[in-house]
């Protein structure tokens, strides 16, 4: 009997520590925070604008991207740049800067190209808000080896 009752309690100290676990992790950044006015009613998406690099510009392997544009929203919560390879969507740059609570982030960062053949590649910069609306731009560009 007195194993029976050890494992109950283990069993409750197990289930408090979980119990427990949960309440941090849903508490830490929640897309509706108590103390900001996020209206579940935010239709709108981030704007993202990207200024660098242009349109199927060129590089060649080795040269420096650099990797510029404008994000604005009326409270971002997250933010991607991406440049993807078109052939097989290969992830060649990631960054995630930290963008929580702003309005507005400027993006200026670089990439150091680094390829063996011809490349398409995608800059892709999507941003998403504490409503879940998602707003993006992308930019293709060649890379010669």
């Known amino acids: 009997m007195q194993l029976k009752s050890h494992s109950i309690n283990m069993t409750k100290t197990q289930l408090f520590s979980i119990f427990f676990s949960l309440v941090l992790v849903f508490s830490s950044c929640k897309k509706e925070d108590d103390d900001h006015d996020h209206s579940t009613t ?3 998406k981030p704007v993202v604008t990207i200024s660098s690099p242009t349109a199927m510009q060129v590089y060649n392997s080795g040269d420096t991207v650099r990797i510029k544009g404008l994000v604005t929203d009326a409270s ?3 933010l991607l740049i991406r440049i993807v390879k078109d052939s097989d969507q290969t992830e060649l740059f990631r960054a995630t800067p930290v963008v929580h609570d702003m309005t507005s982030y400027t993006v200026d960062t670089y990439w150091k190209s680094s390829v063996t053949d011809h490349t ?5 910069i999507s941003a998403e808000d504490h409503s879940s609306n998602i707003g993006s731009d992308t930019v293709r560009i060649h890379i010669m080896p």
């Open 42 to 44: 935010d239709k709108s």
């Open 120 to 124: 398409n590649a995608t800059l892709i």
């Open 76 to 78: 971002l919560h997250e």
